[in-house]
């Protein structure tokens, strides 16, 4: 059994205890947070081990987790200090690169990068993994391993972890339930009937393209029927510009991402 401690108590570190609770990992688990309060919250619900000292935390670590803000990432960093024997290290902070991570910490830590969803909650997450290209295959399966415990992990180029951290996000199906069952609302359902509607259209929609071996284009053509409703609600919302608008939010995206790197 592997000791791994996350730096930091926030929401994704909530989300990734439930994940790991939920698949009865036998890793002994530890948070450090400067947040009493938080500390105190997750033990109370994940039966978790605290810890208040960084320091004291880093030296119980067989895998540390770096789960706080981009912006927080290079003071955290820094106020560890020299690590004296080998660590594997994994950073959950959007943008910033491989290069500046080993420069903060350097030898004897080996890095790697993640990104795990929220819905890693309820077991369903999806994790991008991206390595060092010196990092030993062995290590790599055990980044893996550990982030497979709460979903489905891809591993990906660093170049390409902006992009896919974007995309990937959930925040797009909830942004997009609520806007449809607000439309459904407006055009005269309950809020709980529009609810369900939206619902059926994103999610079901979405599975039972996943789980059939039809190609999304197949499935859009017999779910948009040429001159039928479906086909003058997607013609129109194309017109108004929601491919564009998409387009604009991921570069935005894409903008702050890269941003983190230079901070």
Known sequence: MSTVVFLG????????????????????????????GKLRHLKKRYAVAIETDLNSAVKQSDVLI?????SSVREVLRAIGNVDRPLVAVSLAAGVPLRVLSKLVGPPVQWARAMPSPLCRSGRGLTAVTFARILPSAIRKRVRDFFAGFGQVVEIPESKFDAFTVVYSCSHGYHALATLARTGQAAGLDRNTSLLASAHALADGIIAWRDSKDSLESLLEEAVTPGGVAGATVTKMNAAGYGRAVRQGVTAGLRRARANAGK
Do not use: E, Q, W, Y
């Open 9 to 36: 108590g926030g929401r994704i570190t909530s989300a990734m205890l439930a994940g790991l609770r939920l698949a009865k990992t036998r890793h002994r688990l530890v948070v450090h947070d400067r947040n009493l």
């Open 66 to 70: 770096v789960a706080v803000r981009p």
